[in-house]
DNA sequence: ATACTTGCAAATGATTTGCCAGTGT
DNA sequence: ACACTGGCAAATCATTTGCAAGTAT
């Protein structure tokens, strides 16, 4: 918090709501929800998330289509495995994909994250030819 | 083209122009480039690609922000690599990332896919501290 | 002749911008 | 006080839907 009023950033009562409802989230949010939970303007949200990503505190991802969904940043980034069949939404625990990542840094040079795209695949139930799932 | 033709679907000029236009195109094109390109109202590039996409004759990709970009479905699929610093787009080619995706298969059960959304991460002369790149 | 298709207008969903009144510091 | 913020209206971008006229089969 003291990174916003070093740049001369306000610590307004939506600012701190939005901060507080990310901060007890225990999934990503799309800013409408947050805009509805809080009683805020969504413009408002919006301008927040703006500025607290802007300042590294805010991140979003995006899982299949739809809104951006935001969550705070931590320092260890969670990352994503998205089912597009189910829609289920699977957290990977920071660090769990680092020898995924330097095989991909070694073979292509690129230092990729999920933490913008989520990886996005069928999961175990729902290759399973047998018993269908929602469409 | 079979396809269409025996699923009662059309074969149109306009559906023509669009099929085409991927099958010359050298990377993924968003509806709105296409429109343009052929002179087609984006509402019918729209519904073209639309049903080209669930015929299976054609798919979209997400690299960064901004619209689905569109390509023809090939049966081996390309995927991508995007860099959100430089935006620069590598072409991963069909096959070469499936060590990694059985790797994914075996740690989380997922059989997943960049073809939807792009790999993001930032490239290797974007991690080099000293000539920086564009913003 | 009968559907599928087209273009144009208008609606939708997500997000951004303008503007002026309100408020943290 | 001054500059950053809030809400509300309106604009923007990507995409979808309604509808009447056009066309492939």
């Known amino acids: 918090?003291?990174?916003l009023r070093a740049s001369g950033m306000r610590l307004s009562t939506a600012r701190r709501l939005v901060l507080g409802a990310l901060f007890t989230a225990d999934a990503p949010?799309?800013?409408v929800q947050l805009a509805e939970?809080?009683?805020v303007d969504e413009t408002s949200v919006y301008r927040n998330l703006e500025v607290l990503e802007r300042f590294g505190l805010v991140r979003h991802v995006h899982l299949g289509h739809g809104p951006g969904l935001?969550?705070?940043?931590?320092g260890a980034e969670r990352e994503y495995i998205y089912c597009d069949r189910c829609h289920a939404v699977t957290t990977v625990l920071p660090g769990e994909l680092d020898p995924l990542r330097r095989r991909i840094r070694r073979s292509f040079g690129h230092e990729v994250r999920f933490t913008h795209f989520a990886l996005v695949g069928v999961c175990e139930q729902?290759?399973?030819?047998d018993r269908l799932q929602a469409l």
């Open 1 to 3: 918090m003291q990174v």
């Open 29 to 31: 949010v799309s800013a």
């Open 37 to 39: 939970d809080l009683a």
């Open 70 to 74: 935001y969550v705070l940043v931590s």
């Open 126 to 129: 729902c290759s399973q030819p």
